[in-house]
């Protein structure tokens, strides 16, 4: 007799054989293998040990920018020091097999793009970045890393106007990138497959696009550790580490399997 686990998997491999245009949604789950926390599992979420409209909406940062760099500091040391996990190569795996079309993360960390992504919709912005809210001036990370990273070098500050810089992730209290937005909610309704990994589905409006693509008629596989508000109209749900269920879904794939031995073979 075959374990939920694996039922699930060849449930899994069938609806992506079939599927002429699949898409992924990805969430912070995605990331903790990689070292980085999530924000609401228990015991070890952010949000646990921190009120998020006093340390990462926009309006706080406005009042208190240094309450905020204090609170992302050590989140953003994790995640420039992370590495992918096999979650995210596995994915960008079927992306170059092309069984995926494109993907849509809530994260920030850059960690989909370094394994190899190439069509993502970054939601909620990226760490790699930063902006001066008073004069629109944008930074690379390197002219403001030491300042995000190092506590006791200051803030980083605007070389033209002096103004404090805000990172380009999306903070409470702020709009969506609207071209971003617009460019997803496309891949959403255009999707018959949409495979939902680490993501809570808690964070609007980002978490309504899996819910867009269902009821315009796509398949939905969501992969996460704790149960979802869609799981009850999902195809196949599997409540595990997405770090271990997605490259045992790869791996069942035989285009995937044959890019991942080419590579094995260049290294």
């Known amino acids: ?3 939920s686990e694996e039922q699930f998997i060849g449930a899994t491999v069938r609806l992506f054989r079939r599927a002429r245009h699949a898409v992924a949604f990805t969430g912070a789950g995605m990331s903790t293998a990689s070292g980085i926390p999530d924000f609401r599992s228990h015991g070890t979420g952010l949000w646990e040990r921190a009120d998020p409209m006093e340390v990462a909406s926009l309006a706080s940062f406005r009042r208190k920018p240094e309450a905020f760099y204090e609170w992302v500091r050590p989140l953003a040391q994790r995640m420039f020091a992370a590495e992918p996990n096999s979650g995210h190569h596995a994915l960008a795996a079927l992306e170059r097999a092309g069984f995926l079309a494109a993907l849509i993360t809530q994260n920030i960390d850059q960690l ?3 394994a190899g ?3 993502m919709f970054e939601l909620h912005g990226d760490i ?3 902006s001066c809210l008073s004069c629109g001036r944008t930074y690379a990370s ?3 890393r030491e ?3 190092c506590a006791g070098t200051g803030l980083p500050t605007c070389a033209q106007c002096r103004s ?3 990172p380009d992730v999306i903070l409470f209290g702020e709009i969506l990138p609207e071209k971003t937005m617009r460019e997803a ?3 959403a309704l255009r999707c018959d497959l949409m495979l939902v990994a680490g993501s809570s589905l808690q964070v609007f409006p980002a978490a309504d696009l899996p819910a867009m693509a269902h009821r315009n008629g796509a398949a939905l596989i969501i992969i996460n550790r704790e149960e979802t508000q869609l799981d009850h109209a999902a195809n196949v749900v599997l409540h595990a580490d997405v770090a271990e269920a997605l490259p045992a879904i790869a791996a069942r794939l035989p285009a995937v399997r044959a890019v991942h031995t080419r590579e094995t073979k260049v290294t």
Do not use: E, G
Request: charged share 20%; no cysteine.
């Open 147 to 149: 300042q995000l990273l």
């Open 112 to 114: 989909h793009r370094r």
């Open 164 to 166: 404090v810089l805000k």
């Open 142 to 144: 390197d002219q403001f």
């Open 117 to 119: 992504s190439q069509r």
């Open 185 to 187: 909610q496309q891949a």
């Open 128 to 130: 790699s970045a930063a």
């Open 1 to 3: 007799m075959q374990s």
